[in-house]
């Protein structure tokens, strides 16, 4: 059974950083692509970015690039993403899904229960 764990997330001014981290058991975590999902408040999922399974590729939505970096350690089966500059619309519920980046309105059936950003001041 797929289990992700994400931890990280919590309240930061804009502007600010945080590392979320997800830890991955219950599947052969380095024979798969992953991604970060989140969902803002009323909103429906949204790909935030995704890494290749050895890690040497790595994808990001417009709204991501030049701010977040996503990375893995296989050897850990722990995958994260380091937001920096955030700016209150990256507030949201943050997921780490098994997988790369599905089709607009995909649901990530196979991500965790989620790390809660919010940016404010």
């Known amino acids: 059974e797929v289990h992700l764990v994400e931890s990280g997330g919590g309240l930061v001014q804009p502007g600010g950083s945080l590392r979320l981290s997800c830890a991955a058991s219950?599947?052969?975590?380095?024979?798969?692509?992953m991604s970060w999902v989140r969902q803002a408040p009323g909103k429906g999922l949204e790909w935030v970015s995704a890494i290749s399974y050895s890690g040497d590729r790595t994808y990001y939505a417009d709204s991501a690039k030049g701010r977040f970096t996503i990375s893995r350690d296989n050897a850990k089966n722990m995958m994260y993403l380091e937001l920096t500059n955030l700016k209150p619309e990256d507030t949201a519920m943050y997921y780490c899904a098994k997988g790369g980046r599905g089709p607009i309105g995909d649901q990530y059936p196979e991500r965790g229960q989620g790390t809660q950003v919010t940016v404010s001041s």
């Open positions: 219950g599947f052969v975590f380095s024979y798969y692509e």
